[in-house]
């Protein structure tokens, strides 16, 4: 048991470098205060690294219980005292598990907070979740824009199911319901900043599950006046149809840095008979892993145009026809690259 103070009127930020314990039985857990009565900001197991987790005072609890089998390395944490950067008041649910858990295995779904930015993943992913369990993950950016990302969902058609609520509530706006294998892709919500995120799986057939990312929704520019995809449903940022005579494109998040395992893809028109002179003002993407490829027309079966990655700019350059393919893909590493961002005009 750890138990950490800081000057008051500061908060904690505790990071881990290091992770492995054994999954759902030896058990980390921090608390939001300095008794295990305090709120739960999150309970770890396994092997995956945990977010960073931030307090809302300066005290701040971490347990740390095993049983009587099978060890593993542990973990390692350093902690720091940060300044408040808005003054909020957190307000924590009730526990939203049921009162009968006679058969309910709480490691494998605790209260799980998580602040500014991470993932959160269904029990055992990437193995099969369990049966009869309700997962809650309380998501808060600190921020008035929240977005989660899914990138793999498969579970039990119209049995087990993800909900999405804005707040932190059930009784807030629902943003999504998911179940089956088709990928849910972006949730997005402004102004509160928060998400209540539930996992619901009943007594038989299970599946993968899912895994999702959350961060900060941000963007440099507004969308162009002529589009022909729905903004806040299929944002320009990861895919859509550009039909403006001019405008600009960039990278998710651009001019932070973009997300892993994005498949990204965009069609630009213009006014039949023209063609399309390309320009980049910014390039950094991670060398022979994340590339932009444009291509000479309106697919992937059409010519290619460029296929870049790394820190070089671009050299501009014009189709030949009205219609280019712009697809941006990155894989599941370093993703600690801002992007690119490219204008385009007719010609």
Known sequence: MGLIVTAANTRISLTFSSFATEANVDIVTVYDGGSTSAPVLGRFSGTSFPPRIESTDN??????????????????????????????TTTYPTTPYPTDT??????????????????????NYPNNYPNDVD???????????????????NTEQDYDYVKVYEG?????????????????????????????????????????????????????????????????????????????????????????????????????????????????????????????????????NSPVLLRTSGSNIPASFISTSNQIYVRFTTDGFNSNYRGWRLMYSTV
Do not use: K
């Open 59 to 88: 005290i701040m609890l971490i347990t740390f219980t095993t049983d009587v089998s099978y060890t593993n390395t542990g973990f390692s944490a350093s902690y720091t005292s940060v300044s408040p950067t808005t003054t909020r």
């Open 168 to 300: 932190w509530s059930t009784s807030g706006q629902l943003l999504l319901t998911a179940s089956g294998n088709s990928n849910p892709g972006l949730v997005y919500t402004w102004p509160t900043g928060r998400m209540l995120v539930h996992f619901h799986s009943d007594g038989s057939n299970t599946r993968q599950g899912f895994r999702a990312y959350f961060n900060t929704y941000i963007t440099t520019t507004e969308p162009p006046a002529e589009t022909t995809y729905d903004w806040m449903t299929t944002p320009q940022w990861c895919g859509g149809d550009l039909i403006a005579s001019s405008g600009e494109l960039t990278s998710p998040f651009y001019p932070s840095n973009y997300i892993s395992y994005l498949d990204c893809s965009t069609r630009i028109r213009v006014s039949s008979g023209r063609m399309i002179r390309v320009t980049f003002t910014d390039f950094s993407t991670e060398q022979g892993a994340d590339y932009l490829t444009v291509y000479d027309g309106p697919t992937t």
């Open 102 to 123: 006679t058969d309910y295995t709480p490691s494998y779904c605790p209260d799980t907070f998580l602040y500014y930015d991470g993932f959160l993943n269904s029990p």
């Open 135 to 153: 997962c809650y993950w309380y998501l808060d950016t600190n921020s008035n824009d929240i977005y989660l990302a899914f990138e793999s969902f």
